[in-house]
């Protein structure tokens, strides 16, 4: 017989979203090392002087002491490992970071154990909180998690003809997953054109590491351009929008919100709440 699993656990998470539940409770959803994404309920921490609140805060990276039950196991303990203090000071810079967790959330499966996945949202929301820039951090973290996740876009060879691609201007393919060269371009009639400097970005961004791929500097013609195509194709595998992503549209439309929010503002809504 195998021996009964120990009643208290302990498990390390970076909290990607929670939902309140009863008068004072909370369901944290966690993205752990071990066992991919779990469910914990968090007992009183909407009650003020919550021991456990701080550690439990949304994209904090944490050590919970868990008891295993028949329903939810209960968080009892929790220690912060990484807060990212900086992260939080500005709206812009938790709308970043709260895309980061939920395109993590959207595209991985319950309970899907991904070590490089963790590891790769840990290292975003660290350098994030240290200060690199958002916009080149993002889509290399993109081209990085569809790598890990198994959606690596194709942007070597051709998807169509399998053939090198050559320094010219070609198509991108979010049905197909990756670029067409001019002779195949038809073979999807709804690709995005794909300028000569955008696909070379793209190829920079994903085979550099983020660190490295922060610190890329583009022109705002084809920063939009990689975007676009990225969110595109993203789009096709999720079959569906991303929240953060229509609130970052709206931070960008409206500049003077990227500071403090103004009175009656939102902030990024996390899933689950009402």
């Not at 966690?30 to 009650?47: D, I, N, Q, Y």
């Not at 329903?71 to 990484?82: E, Y």
């Not at 550099?208 to 084809?222: D, F, K, N, T, W």
């Amino acid at each position: 017989m195998s021996e009964p699993r120990p009643r208290l656990y302990r498990i390390e998470g970076i909290v990607l979203r929670r939902s309140d539940t009863g008068e004072a409770d909370r369901i944290l959803t966690l993205f752990t090392p071990e066992r991919g994404k779990v469910h914990l309920l968090a007992r009183g921490v909407r009650r003020p002087g919550s021991r456990l609140a701080g550690h439990v805060e949304l994209l904090t990276h944490s050590t919970f002491l868990v008891v295993r039950t028949r329903g939810l196991d209960i968080v009892t303990q929790a220690q912060t490992r990484h807060a990212f203090p900086s992260l939080r000071a500005s709206l812009e810079q938790i709308a970043w970071g709260c895309y980061f967790a939920e395109l993590l959330d959207r595209m991985l499966p319950e309970e899907s154990a991904n070590l490089p996945a963790f590891q790769l949202l840990l290292e975003a929301l660290q350098l994030l909180d240290e200060g690199a820039p958002p916009e080149p951090l993002a889509r290399s973290y993109e081209l990085h998690l569809l790598t890990v996740l198994g959606f690596r876009p194709q942007l070597s060879s051709c998807v169509g003809c399998q053939q090198e691609l050559r320094a010219q201007e070609q198509a991108f393919s979010a049905l197909l997953g990756g670029v067409l060269c001019p002779r195949c371009r038809g073979e999807d009639l709804q690709a995005r054109p794909l300028s000569l400097e955008a696909w070379k970005a793209l190829r920079y961004l994903q085979r550099s590491g983020l660190e490295e791929a922060a610190r890329l500097q583009l022109q705002p013609g084809c920063r939009e351009e990689i975007a676009g195509l990225l969110h595109r194709y993203i789009r096709v595998i999720l079959e569906h929008e991303l929240h953060t992503a229509g609130f970052l549209e709206q931070l960008h439309s409206h500049p003077r919100a990227m500071g403090e929010p103004e009175p009656g503002s939102r902030r990024p809504r996390e899933r689950g709440e009402g």
